[in-house]
């Protein structure tokens, strides 16, 4: 079955790091970027960190200097470090692969909690 999965999600005090891994399934076609993204409760999803094929990456201004991607897209893999991390980074991140002439596909997700 064709699928992303990610890993890595948990609770984590304010200041602290987390790293979200995502590897997609053998059967997942031929993907042409990745990337993260976050819904928090209440609000719209939205793009946190996403990178191409050529290895450019692009962050949403509010985790800028504290979060970074790595992208293995041959391998279909994708990777989110996170540190110093805020309570308004809590949400659920997912992780997205934009297929080639296919369109896209979302993984189910992987919780994080920033709380003291």
Known sequence: QARLTE????LVQPGGSLTLSCA?????????????YR?????????????????TKIYVDSVKG????AGD?????????M?????EDTGVYYCFAELVGQGRMRGQGTQVTVSS
């Open 7 to 10: 890993s890595g999600g948990g």
């Open 24 to 36: 997609a399934s053998e059967s997942v076609p031929e993907i042409d970027s990745m990337a993260w």
């Open 39 to 55: 819904q928090a409760p209440g609000k719209e999803r939205e793009l946190v960190a996403s990178v191409s094929p050529s290895g």
């Open 73 to 81: 897209i041959p391998k279909k893999t994708v990777a989110l470090q």
């Open 66 to 69: 504290r979060f970074s991607v």
């Open 83 to 87: 540190t110093s991390l805020k309570p």
